[in-house]
T-cell receptor, first 114, second 105 residues
Framework: EAQVTQNPRYLITVTGKKLTVTCSQN?????MSWYRQDPGLGLRQIYY???????DKGDVPEGYKVSRKEKRNFPLILESPSPNQTSLYFC?????????????FGPGTRLLVL | GIQVEQSPPDLILQEGANSTLRCNFS?????LQWFHQNPWGQLINLFY???GTKQNGRLSATTVATERYSLLYISSSQTTDSGVYFC???????FGAGTRLTVKP
């Protein structure tokens, strides 16, 4: 089954404790991205990757890191989480980053930073 | 950057009613998609529709790119249609704030 998976689905952590949220897709997609969703704001893009070893900042990259060492994986790293990073996070992928592509979203990761 | 506004922000319907959700955008777009986020948080792609009209069962969407808006129609609504509907535009998927739809039995 074609899908985007994220782990963990739920995470409670404390300020300053490094964490990684994994994202994996099995569709051989080139383009992957991370979003955060906050009430009243819709989804905002954090980082995106056009292909392996190619990443770039989205609208709200501060406090986050990403890497794209393999085509299928695009982990999101919070080096020193803070309470304002409490949010619902989505990973997405599409065949390419072109204008004609449909994006497929993972199930989401709910993060609470105390 | 491009602004995306959705209306109404909230909509409550009785089962069986029809509804129209609107997405306005401030500049020309080369990609527009509609998504449904169900009550469990899952995001489902409904339509890829940068222009024209598409239909899928009880749902249809129309984008009038020259006038910078898109409409999502839901006919004969069901309780399973409840959730938040988002439109998103362009390659960087700039999202609107969403329309929260509640369908009551």
């Amino acid at each position: 089954e074609a899908q985007v998976t994220q782990n963990p689905r739920y995470l409670i952590t404390v300020t300053g404790k490094k964490l990684t949220v994994t994202c994996s897709q099995n569709m051989n997609h080139e383009y992957m991205s991370w979003y955060r969703q906050d009430p009243g704001l819709g989804l905002r893009q954090i980082y995106y990757s056009m292909n392996v070893e190619v990443t770039d900042k989205g609208d709200v990259p501060e406090g986050y890191k990403v890497s794209r060492k393999e085509k299928r994986n695009f982990p999101l790293i919070l080096e020193s989480p803070s309470p304002n990073q409490t949010s619902l996070y989505f990973c997405a992928s599409s065949r390419t980053g072109g204008t004609l592509e449909t994006q497929y979203f993972g199930p989401g990761t709910r993060l609470l930073v105390l | 950057g491009i602004q995306v506004e959705q209306s109404p922000p909230d909509l409550i319907l009785q089962e069986g009613a029809n509804s129209t959700l609107r997405c306005n955008f401030s500049d020309s777009v080369n990609n527009l998609q509609w998504f449904h986020q169900n009550p469990w948080g899952q995001l489902i792609n409904l339509f890829y529709i940068p222009s024209g009209t598409k239909q899928n069962g009880r749902l249809s969407a129309t984008t009038v790119a020259t006038e910078r808006y898109s409409l999502l129609y839901i006919s004969s609504s069901q309780t399973t249609d409840s959730g938040v509907y988002f439109c998103a535009v362009n390659n960087d998927m700039r999202f609107g704030a969403g329309t929260r739809l509640t369908v009551k039995p």
